[in-house]
Every structure is written in C-alpha cells, then in structure tokens.
C-alpha cells in the first residue's frame, strides 16, 4: 500500500487497511487492545522467517536473524522518538520491568509508587521485593477512571526509588499526566518507570518531551505483531548507571568474546537485555511496526477519538455507564461500559459475529484505526439487542 499523507485517516483508507486483516472475514474485530489481530504483512513476514531458518540453519543469525532483531530496536525507537543505543529488547512487559526493578539497591530509597488500577504486574516487581523491605505506596482514583497529578500528592519523597505507571490504562483507556509526574519523580530524587503498552501505537510518543527514564512496550497489541517481543527506553544519561542484578550473555559489551571471567556491559540499553531472543517474534514484530508507521501515530490517534468518540455516544444513547474520559484527549483507543452481564454478553456478541472484551464488571471495547465506522455502529447495534434481553 502506497503512504497516505491526508491529515486524517477516512473511511476509505481505514477499509483499505481492514482489508489486510483476514481475520474480519469471520468476526467484526473491536478488541485490538487485548490482542491485535494479524495482518497478511505478518503473515508473509512469518514464512520468510520459516524459510531463513530451513534454508540457513545457525548462519541465519548473522544473515538476517540479528539483522531483523536490530530492525526491530531500530523501529521501537523511531516510535517513541529514542535513539537505538538507548532501546533494547525484552520477552515481555513483566521481563521488561524485572530487569529495570533489578537496577535498584533499595536502600535508603526502600518505596515505590504505583496506581491502585494499573495493569497488576507493575506493582508486582515490587510486592515481589516486598520481602526486601520495599514498601509499594498507591495512587488512589476518586472517579474510578482517572489519576490526576493531585492523585500523587504526599506520595513521591526523598523515600521512592521508582514512580511506575503505565501511559494509558488498560482498565479505562484514560491518559496519565506522565509529563508532570516526570517531574514530581525528579524533584524527589526518584526515577520514572512507563508502562506505554496502550499508548505506543495509539497516540504519538516522544520519551523526551514525556521526560522519562525509562519506557517499556510491546507489539502484542497495538503494534500489531503479536506477542512475545518487548522493549525497554532507558534514557541516555543513565545508561552508564545502571547495575541490573538480573542479566545475561546478550548484555555483556562483547558477547561473541565468550569471556566467563568478566562481565563488562555496553554503553547502551543492551545492558539490560537478557538471553536469546525470540527471533519470530521480530519478524512479526517490524511488520506491525511498519503498517504503524506508515498510517502513522498522529493520524492513529484522531481516528481512534473518532470512533471511541461513536462507541460513547451510542453508550450514551443507550443509558450505558461510561467508565472512561468522556473527551477524547484525556483517553487512548479503549472505551469501558457498566452493562448487565459483561461476560456473558461478550460471549453472545461473538456469536453474532463481534469480538469485544471484558473485565470485571465491565465491558471494553477497543477499536484501531482499521475499523471503519459502520464496524462500530453495527457492533453498539448488536450490544443494544443483546443488553435487551437481559436482567
Ligand atoms: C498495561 C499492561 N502491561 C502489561 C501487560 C502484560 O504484561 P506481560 O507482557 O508481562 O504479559 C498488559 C496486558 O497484557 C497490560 O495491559
């Protein structure tokens, strides 16, 4: 497909690109927040995988193995507006955090702040550490859906090692004040940790204007590349500083040196990555990457206020609570609703042909830039008749 270079990502573009995901042939699919679908690109990028590995064997690593793995470094950076040499890569999001948790003597700085709704395995890196004296203070949510930065007032002190959240909430879509809580961590001494996996993909991303530490993400979602590759942004200057007491032979500065005897890390994020990758995984990986690109994270983002914008006010129609910002500045690509019997409609719905989601007591919709209006209209169209016939 040739690059667009509208403003705005339209009904005709948005169908062009559903046409490239075979899996809307047999379900409207509004659920790219839990799983992005795959593409025919990923698909082709799979069997040139398939066919490396068959026609090299273990030269492939230097043919186009290692190669794909630095494409995909390469891409993760360009999307958060990182240099390569501060990006590396991880297994998965819960890797990702271990290793920048690793990174921490938690001495004199024995707490860390998280967010009482954040996605559980932040926190966990830290409950973990529990037994270490780390003491995990929460961020309360008056409304249910948001952290404003007053959210964190008397939290973050000389005491906190790490302030760890994630961009946007996988429970209610809503942005977090990342810019401001950058720094409120500063001013304490503290470093920050984000979680952007509902953010990169979604809505434009530039670590420095965020002014974090570190970042982490992955293409399991809306990235578009399936799951199993990750990546963690450190911030340049504080590469030299780190001391991860988790590692492995892929974060020593010289690993094809094979020296047992010393461990001598590199200047770059690579410090913190730990054993083989999974190399299929970057295959896929880039591809999403690349269509994310291509239609672009700015032109993404205003299409996903569009047609959250259409999920809201059918909701609203509909008398259907609404656990997300109601503006579409304040939210990424997921819409929560209090309806009757989530799971049980969630099932019915796929049934009739739509995948959607749910999480206690909630129902969440999560379109991409992909699904064209009438997906939605037909989607709420089914919800209202289901919902209908329930208590
Ligand atoms: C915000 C967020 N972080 C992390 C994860 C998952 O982490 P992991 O890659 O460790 O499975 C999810 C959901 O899959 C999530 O929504």
């Given amino acids: 497909m040739s690059q667009t270079v509208s403003a705005t990502i339209d009904e005709e573009d948005a169908a062009r690109y559903r046409a490239e995901f075979p899996i809307f042939e047999h379900t409207t699919y509004l659920n790219s927040c839990s799983l992005g679908p795959p593409s025919v690109r990923v698909f082709d990028a799979l069997d040139r995988y398939r066919e490396d590995w068959s026609r090299y064997g273990a030269p492939a690593w230097w043919l186009t193995w290692l190669p794909k793995l630095n494409e995909a470094r390469e891409r993760f950076a360009r999307l958060i507006g990182a240099g390569t040499h501060e990006v590396t890569i991880s ?39 529990g037994r270490e004296g780390v003491n995990v203070r929460f961020a309360r949510s008056l409304d249910r859906v948001t952290f404003p930065v007053d959210s964190f007032s008397g939290l973050i002190d000389s005491r906190v090692s790490f302030v760890a959240v994630s961009h946007v909430l996988y429970n209610t879509g809503a942005i977090m004040p990342i810019p401001q809580l950058s720094e409120l961590a500063h001013a304490a001494g503290a470093r920050i940790v984000v979680d952007g996996y509902h953010a990169v993909g979604v809505l434009p991303v530039n670590v420095k204007d965020l002014g974090v530490d570190f970042y982490v993400g992955g293409t399991l979602k809306w990235l578009l590349g399936g799951p199993g590759l990750t990546f963690i942004y450190v911030r340049e200057e504080l590469i030299s500083q780190l001391q991860p007491s988790i590692t492995g032979w892929f974060s020593s500065a010289d690993q094809f040196a094979f020296d047992p005897l010393d461990l001598v890390w590199p200047d770059t994020a690579n410090r913190l990555e730990l054993g083989t990758p999974a190399v299929a995984t970057a295959y896929a990986g880039v591809e999403g990457m690349d269509m994310i690109l291509e239609a672009r994270p700015d032109r993404i983002y205003s299409r996903l206020k569009f047609l959250t914008d259409c999920v809201i006010t059918r909701a609203q129609r509909a008398g259907y609570g609404i656990r997300s910002p109601l503006l579409g500045d304040g939210r990424g690509g997921i819409v929560m609703l209090e309806i009757k019997q989530p799971q049980d409609s969630v099932a019915e719905l796929l049934r009739r042909g739509f995948t959607v989601d749910y999480r206690p007591g909630l129902l969440r919709v999560s379109p991409h830039f992909y699904n064209t209006r009438d997906d939605v209209e037909r989607c709420m169209d089914a919800l209202d008749e289901v919902q209908s016939g329930m208590s």
């Fill in 91 to 129: 297994h998965s999001i819960s890797s990702a955090l271990s290793s920048i948790a690793s990174t921490a003597a938690y001495n004199e700085r024995n707490a860390v702040v998280c967010a009482e709704l954040d996605f559980p395995t932040i926190p966990y890196q830290w409950l973990a550490k």
